[in-house]
């Protein structure tokens, strides 16, 4: 039985994963090439930092550390633009009544995020309150697929694996919940999170 529900942000709950395109698009514009949607699939799930390098390698450009952290930083200056007028309006279906109903059930939540603005987002849509436990950009340091930052959302819930469920829009989040050894349900297509015991378009699907 499920004691512990670990959420991904970006994609899951929120809809911001298309504001982080974007901005990743326009720097990749600013530097003179292509970057899509496809492309961005790799991005999901990944770091600040590693983004940015593989948006660089979709480019076939090398910069410096100096150039890359100032890059990065306009990148996040351009998303912050797009998050700051963020709303409950723009949680994704079912996200916040699926919250409200596993509380009901006494299931323990989590968030486990990449992102370090995850706060910041879950206050501007008004469900940062419904969280156990915040594991996000500022705690882990190891990216997805690595399992950290679901190990640690666990943990701080005071449970074992076997007793989570991990909810994941991205393939590196999928593969990251595995190598947790926990339940992973894929919020997207059948075709990308193929990994996942279980895939459903969204949240809304498993409101009961
Ligand atoms: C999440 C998103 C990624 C994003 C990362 C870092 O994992 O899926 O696309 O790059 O967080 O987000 P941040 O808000 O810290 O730039
Ligand atoms: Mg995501």
């Known amino acids: 039985n499920v004691k512990g529900a670990l959420f991904d942000l970006d994609g899951v709950l929120v809809d911001t994963a298309k504001y982080h395109y974007l901005a990743w698009k326009q720097l990749a514009e600013e530097l ?3 970057f899509t949607e496809a492309d961005n699939e790799r991005l999901k799930g990944v770091s600040r930092t590693r983004s ?6 979709v480019g076939g450009v090398s910069l410096s550390e ?3 952290h100032r890059l990065a930083e306009e990148k996040n200056e351009r998303y912050l633009q797009y998050i700051r007028n963020m709303d409950e309006s723009e949680l ?4 916040k009544a699926y919250l409200l109903q596993l509380k009901e059930q006494g299931v323990r939540i989590a968030l486990g995020s990449a992102s370090k603005n995850a706060v910041f987002i ?3 849509v008004g469900i940062l309150e419904l969280f156990d436990s915040i594991v996000d950009g500022t705690k882990v340091s190891k990216a997805k697929p690595d399992p950290e930052v679901f190990t640690l959302g666990c943990h701080e ?4 694996p076997q007793d989570c469920v991990v909810f994941e829009d991205a393939e590196a989040g999928v593969q990251a919940a595995i190598a947790a050894g926990m339940y992973v349900v ?3 297509s059948e075709a990308i999170l193929g990994a996942a015991n279980r895939v459903v378009r969204g949240l809304d699907e498993l409101v009961a």
């Open 52 to 57: 940015l390098e593989i948006v660089l390698e």
């Open 157 to 160: 819930l005071g449970l074992t």
């Open 32 to 34: 003179g090439f292509a």
């Open 66 to 68: 100096a150039e890359k």
């Open 92 to 95: 994704l279906p079912g996200a």
């Open 186 to 188: 894929g919020i997207g």
């Open 122 to 124: 879950l206050e501007k």
